[in-house]
Nanobody, 124 residues
Framework: VQLQASGGGLVQAGGSLRLSCAAS????????MGWFRQAPGKEREFIVG????????YYADLVKGRFTISKDNAKNMVYLQMDSLKPEDTAVYYC??????????????????WGQGTQVTVSS
């Protein structure tokens, strides 16, 4: 089982990026999926999540209204659209999957599978 994140890069403040996460060996239609990020010197933080059904989403206050999570079950892909980026959004972004299928809640402690990160740098 692997999660492969891509789409990071350097962008100016106010710009947009779209991160992608390709899941292999695990059908995202059965698992809650999420994105975390870790800035230098800080702990990893849970920023967005989407339920296995796609019916519910979670957004941390810091990104609410600017970031949008979505998924394509047919392609086994998860996306993170990031708009109105700020320098404080600079971090390594990680795609993650819940450790068990069909969990009812979307919560940070439940994510047990991680992909490698992709760097997002927002310049002022």
């Amino acid at each position: 089982v692997q999660l492969q994140a891509s789409g990071g890069g350097l962008v100016q403040a106010g710009g947009s990026l779209r991160l992608s996460c390709a899941a292999s060996g695990r059908f995202i239609s059965r698992y809650n999926m999420g994105w975390f990020r870790q800035a230098p010197g800080k702990e990893r933080e849970f920023i967005v999540g989407i339920s296995w059904s796609g019916g519910s989403t979670y957004y941390a206050d810091l990104v609410k209204g600017r970031f949008t999570i979505s998924k394509d079950n047919a392609k086994n892909m998860v996306y993170l659209q990031m708009d109105s980026l700020k320098p404080e959004d600079t971090a390594v972004y990680y795609c993650a999957a819940d450790s068990i299928p069909f969990r009812q809640r979307v919560a940070a402690p439940d994510f047990g599978l991680w992909g490698q990160g992709t760097q997002v740098t927002v310049s002022s």
